[in-house]
């Protein structure tokens, strides 16, 4: 933690004190899993003219904080205020050091900050940004402004286990806007990527009212930021509606959900509210409601957070589920589930097995509806080779084998990229000794292979098709020459392709039929001329993806 307070601190040499405080912080008592503990910051003037004032950022923290401090609601053991007062850089930082210092590894953490963002663009165009203290300067933001990457280390560096950010601002340069002003600011929206940390671990969340370089405003109706109007809606008096698995809690995905739809709606999709979360079982990030009275949840939730999944539909039986970003939930037991883009195309589909209370991520379900990202396959080979060893009227000889093979699968919403990938794979095998008619027996040979190429994969329900073109290099090895023989042993490469069908009784396991043709161009018997020989592979496998 002392790392990101010098971080913080070289932007404000001095400190000042909080401000206010809803609850007695160091009074609260801590429950078996800990306390609950929120600091919200809510700046409404600047002493730069080039930051307009604010209307709600005051009341944004201070509606925000009432509830979490209500025991019917929030039940936070403590929030702390900074809304009046010195607002400078320097008390911030004070008051983010002092109440840092109060928590303990098993509580739960809430930093929440409502005021203008802006942003800084170095000479080679590379983007910072930072949130405004009461005395930051727009056209040196950088030694005056708070930033907003520092902020971040700050809230992973906490010593508290669980840890929340809320950040109401926007990041364009123009600041937070008003209703009346939206079109124009959305006119100003940019596309860029992220300036700051996407990365969260475990038990962490990270809000914002929107996204970079979309607007986030104020509601003259509200008397509030939009986001945080409904993100106060969600913990209080819509409590009901954005408890979407009925569990008596309002955890940070639901509240935010909840804050998301009604945001974008209210503002034709010109606020577009994000988060970083990852959700790893039962969701313990919760702002409203009692814990204690936490009751049992027999549905199963689907959950995705991350960018790769942002804009997909996702359907139960046929029945559209909602786009993520979001949670939703979805009916124990076996169902037909389908992923499809913006446009309506389908990227994936199948057949899935929820349980009780499971908690499902939407990129493993995709992955595994598609067999998985990462396969890995193993199971018996049985060459033949033709010109190895033998006359060309003679037997061909035959090396039984091991065959295991790597697949990785393209993590693409391109429909056709999702069924391509790439395979190494190796065989290990042997030629039994045998009478090669004219020149008697051939000693044991061993015969080694390894391949790699491209693969196509059509997955079905339960049935699974796939095409792979083939690079591969064979060695040829005896224990044993045989005197006066110019046989040797050999390293030679083949092109072919390998093609399998198999059965899938589930997502990620398959049991294949496998068959490989290839060519070589070399002369394998002794003081035979070279010639185009074809090799031939079958073969069972099992495969396994995870």
């Known amino acids: 933690m002392i790392r990101a307070l010098i971080v913080i601190a070289m932007l404000v040499p001095t400190l000042a004190s909080a401000q206010g405080r809803f609850g007695a912080q160091t009074d609260a008592p801590a429950t078996s899993e800990g306390a609950r503990k929120a600091i919200l910051i809510g700046i409404n003037d600047y002493q730069d003219e080039s930051f307009s004032p604010l209307a709600y950022a005051r009341n944004d923290a201070e509606g925000l904080g009432k509830v979490l401090a209500d025991s019917a ?77 520092a902020l971040q280390e700050l809230l992973e560096s906490l010593p508290a286990q669980r840890r929340i950010l809320i950040i109401d601002a926007c990041f364009t340069g123009d600041g937070k806007t008003s209703e009346a002003d939206a079109e124009g600011a959305a006119r100003a929206m940019i596309d860029a990527k992220l300036p700051f940390s996407d990365k969260v671990a475990d038990k962490e969340a990270r809000l914002f009212a929107t996204t970079y370089g979309r607007p986030a405003l104020e509601s003259d109706t509200l008397g509030h930021g939009v986001y945080t109007a409904h993100l106060i809606e969600a913990l209080s008096e819509r409590f009901d509606e954005a408890d979407i698995n009925d569990d008596n809690v309002v955890s940070v995905s639901e509240a935010h959900d909840y804050a998301r739809d009604r945001t974008m709606e209210g503002t034709g999709q010109l606020q577009v509210p994000m988060v970083f979360y990852k959700i790893v079982g039962k969701e313990d990030l919760l702002l409203s409601g009692d814990p204690n009275s936490r009751e049992r949840v027999e549905m199963a939730m689907v959950s995705a957070y991350e960018g790769p999944q942002q804009g997909l539909r996702m359907f139960v039986d046929g029945e559209e589920k909602g786009v993520f970003p979001r949670t939703v939930l979805v009916k124990p037991g076996s169902r037909k589930v389908e992923f499809k883009n913006l446009e309506g195309k389908t990227i994936d589909s199948g057949r899935v097995m929820f349980r009780k209370e499971g908690v499902y991520n939407v990129t493993n379900i995709r992955d595994g509806l598609n067999g998985g990202r990462h ?172």
């Open 375 to 546: 396969l890995l396959s193993f199971g018996y080979a049985h060459q033949l080779m033709r010109g190895s060893l033998q006359e060309t009227d003679g037997p061909i000889p035959a090396a039984p084998a091991f065959r295991f093979a790597y697949s990785f699968r393209f993590p693409s919403k391109v429909p056709l990229l999702r069924r391509l990938g790439v395979v190494v794979d190796f065989v290990a095998g042997g030629i039994p000794q045998q009478d090669t008619n004219v020149l008697g027996l051939s000693p044991p040979t061993a015969v080694l292979d390894l391949g790699v190429g491209p693969i196509i994969r059509f997955d079905l329900p339960y049935v699974l098709f796939s095409i792979q073109p083939r690079f591969g290099v064979t060695a040829l090895m005896r224990n044993n020459v045989i005197q006066g023989s110019d046989w040797l042993n050999w390293l030679f490469g083949t092109i072919g392709s390998n093609f399998a069908v198999g059965f899938r009784p589930v997502n990620r396991f398959s049991v294949q039929f496998q068959y490989m043709i290839g060519g070589y161009n070399v002369g394998l018997q002794g003081g035979g001329e070279a010639k185009v020989e074809l090799l031939h592979r079958f073969g069972g496998a099992v495969e396994v993806g995870f």
């Open 73 to 149: 609601f929030g039940g936070f053991e403590s929030v702390d205020l900074v809304v009046s007062g010195n607002l400078g850089a320097k008390q911030i930082v004070d008051a983010l050091v002092t109440w840092s210092q109060t928590l303990a590894p098993e509580d739960e953490a809430l930093i929440y900050f409502s005021a203008h963002g802006t942003r800084f663009i170095d000479e080679r165009n590379r983007s910072r940004v930072f949130l405004a203290a009461a005395d930051t300067r727009r056209e040196d933001s950088v030694h005056t402004g708070i930033a907003l990457d």
